[in-house]
């Protein structure tokens, strides 16, 4: 039966070791570095974790991935160009404390330049006011947008969209939290609870994670009032730090 099985850490590095072979044999000089990110580069993986590879080559055109399971096992392997890599690497979004955790954590396998190194380097230089135009950015794109749809759901409905919406209310919280402290999460599962321990925060964050780690979004009444009181407290944390969503009449492409 196909399906995830168990499978030990060494088990796994092998097989990782093995597909890094098969990329140097196929792609020769013209790689620059192959390393494993993802749990199993921090030493975090479980019996049924995936195996995640990043090969960086010197020339490639467009960057591309490969994803495939040998019945009991799944993996991973995302190629790019230094070029390209290093561009993403220094690009901050909204889901940045998520997505580029990965560059800070990167195991080598095969990096006789310790372009990998270079690269974490580049990751941590960022300037602090790419982070500051990525929170006011999300403040507007996103949580403006989910408090007006809260307070659509308080007077139409349906309120079965509140539980899913005070999710993404509480991650985007975090992923600001995460832009703030420029602070990436160790995973996905993680991102509530590696928020909450930040000491600068919103005040009435704490109460929206822990309703919704707990599971417990079955009334209405209590979900809106969660998540107006985290709105009102997002405003003030976020004055104060100076991140501030811009108001003009004016459309601003005119």
């Given amino acids: 039966m196909i399906g995830p099985e168990k499978i030990t850490r060494e088990e796994r590095m092998k097989i990782a070791y093995t597909i890094a072979n098969q990329i140097l044999e196929k792609f020769g000089s013209n790689v620059k570095a192959i390393g494993i990110y993802g749990s199993l580069a921090r030493n975090t993986d479980g019996p049924y974790s995936d195996i995640e590879i990043k090969c960086i080559l010197n020339s490639l055109e467009d960057g591309f991935s490969y994803e495939w399971t040998a019945g009991n096992w799944k993996a991973e392997v995302n190629f790019d160009s230094a070029e390209d890599i290093i561009e993403e690497v220094t690009t901050v979004e909204e889901n940045w404390p998520l997505t580029h955790g990965q560059f800070f954590t990167i195991l080598p396998i095969y990096d006789p330049e310790e372009f990998f190194k270079e690269l974490k380097q580049k990751a941590s230089s960022v ?12 403040l507007v794109e996103e949580m403006y947008e989910y ?59 704490d109460e929206l994670c822990e309703i919704v780690m707990s599971g417990y979004l079955s009334e209405p009444k209590e979900i809106i009032h969660v998540c107006e009181n985290f709105w ?16 003009s009449n004016d459309i601003p492409f005119i």
């Fill in 127 to 138: 300037d602090h006011t790419i982070f500051k135009e990525a929170i006011c950015k999300t």
């Fill in 232 to 247: 009102k407290g997002l405003l003030s944390w976020s004055a104060e730090n100076g991140y501030f969503i811009k108001c």
């Fill in 147 to 205: 408090i007006g749809k809260v307070r659509n759901i308080e007077i139409q409905g349906p309120k079965t969209f509140l539980p899913t919406l005070t999710i993404k209310i509480a991650t985007t919280g975090a992923m600001i939290l995460g832009l703030h402290n420029k602070q990436y999460f160790t995973t996905s599962a993680q991102v509530l609870p590696e928020a909450i321990a930040f000491t600068d925060k919103p005040e009435g964050f």
